[in-house]
């Protein structure tokens, strides 16, 4: 079974600091990687994809991939309280008939404290 | 309407009820999902819907029951649920199969009594 994990959290940052957000990812073969954020009560949202080894910016979000690690993470600078929500790490499947469908994790709730 | 809509928002049943719950993407995607979301669990892919041919059942009960007359519109048929099945039961499409970037519509919170 190809597996994601995140840290559950909570892992809370006062406001303005960066949050750092990790994933590990058992599939070797994945290729494509997510973020989706996901505030209490609604659906996921995506937020970021990489595709590549290396850094993608996106405003106050920075994706992170190391496929030789099998790791990604997600920064959050200057963090607000309104990015206070669980955010969800999903890695496409390698794996046979599975091929190509999302593997999430469980999500790591973030609070920012005013 | 815009992105992908689902109805109902809510929804309770017993056990012996027929309901069927309703998606629709107006993102002129050509795949469509539905997934269970419950407590403490991650995301769980139910079905794969690419060009309206189904091409994944993830070993999902025979209780529900998919339909995709188009590529705009999925349904999940309820029957004979299970106390178990309460959770939110997310729809999502994506441009194609191989295509990723999936985006999900508001959920429906389903309790079954």
């Known amino acids: 079974q190809k597996e994601v994990e995140q840290n559950s959290g909570p892992l809370s940052v006062p406001e303005g600091a960066i949050a750092s957000l990790n994933c590990t990812y058992s599939?070797?073969?994945?290729?494509?990687f997510f973020w989706y954020r996901q505030y209490s009560g609604k659906s996921p949202e995506l937020i970021m994809s990489?595709?590549?080894?290396g850094d993608k910016e996106d405003g106050r979000f920075t994706a992170q991939l190391n496929k030789a690690s099998q790791y990604v993470s997600l920064l959050i600078r200057d963090s607000q309280p309104s990015d206070s929500a669980t955010y969800l790490c999903?890695?496409?499947?390698?794996?046979?008939?599975?091929?190509?469908?999302?593997?999430f994790g469980k999500g790591t709730k973030l609070s920012v404290k005013p | 309407e815009t992105g992908v809509t689902q109805t109902p928002r809510h929804l309770v049943m017993g056990m012996t009820n027929k309901k069927s719950l309703k998606c629709e993407q107006h993102?002129?995607?050509?795949?469509m999902y539905w997934y269970k979301q419950s407590a403490k669990k991650p995301l769980e892919l139910m079905f794969v819907?690419?060009?309206?041919?189904?091409?994944e059942n993830n070993s999902v009960p025979s209780r529900f029951s998919p339909e995709c007359p188009n590529s705009s519109h999925l349904f999940l048929h309820l029957h004979t649920l299970q106390p178990e099945d309460s959770a939110l039961y997310l729809c999502?499409?994506?441009?194609?199969?191989?295509?990723?970037?999936?985006?999900f519509g508001p959920g429906t919170r389903l309790t079954v009594l």
């Open positions: 993102l002129g995607h050509n795949a």
């Open positions: 999903a890695v496409t499947s390698n794996y046979g008939g599975s091929q190509g469908n999302l593997i």
């Open positions: 599939d070797r073969g994945s290729q494509s």
């Open positions: 999502a499409s994506s441009p194609y199969r191989a295509h990723n970037e999936q985006f």
């Open positions: 990489i595709y590549s080894n």
């Open positions: 819907y690419s060009l309206e041919e189904r091409v």
